[in-house]
Nanobody, 125 residues
Framework: QVQLVESGGGLVQAGGSLRLSCVDS????????MGWFRQAPGKERELVAT????????DYADSVKGRFTISRDNAKNTVYLQMNSLKPEDTAVYYC??????????????????WGQGTQVTVSS
């Protein structure tokens, strides 16, 4: 059973940094594409970043390119999201998500099968 647990959210001033972590306790982590999504109040859930099973391919939303970095440590069953130069518009609940084993990389949230509970990120101006 895949269980994703996020941590690292919080309140930060504009221009600051945060690092989110997501641990998969269900096993077979290295066989799964992972993604980070976010949802702000009154808005649709949107992709932030996604990473391939090996970590060799990454894709980002245009709004975060050059500021956010997704990475993974398959030995620790963990995916990270390093967020730098944060802006108030980055304020949202951030979710970690996983695809089923051996499924390919995707930017479509509907294709992710497992989700964490979310962690709040608030950026003050």
């Amino acid at each position: 059973q895949v269980q994703l647990v996020e941590s690292g959210g919080g309140l930060v001033q504009a221009g600051g940094s945060l690092r989110l972590s997501c641990v998969d306790s269900g096993g077979s982590f290295s066989g799964r594409v992972m993604g980070w999504f976010r949802q702000a109040p009154g808005k649709e859930r949107e992709l932030v970043a996604t990473i391939s099973r090996s970590g060799g391919f990454k894709d980002y939303a245009d709004s975060v390119k050059g500021r956010f970095t997704i990475s993974r440590d398959n030995a620790k069953n963990t995916v990270y999201l390093q967020m730098n130069s944060l802006k108030p518009e980055d304020t949202a609940v951030y979710y970690c998500a996983a695809r089923r084993i051996s499924q390919g990389i995707s930017t479509d949230s509907a294709l992710y099968d497992y989700w964490g509970q979310g962690t709040q990120v608030t950026v003050s101006s």
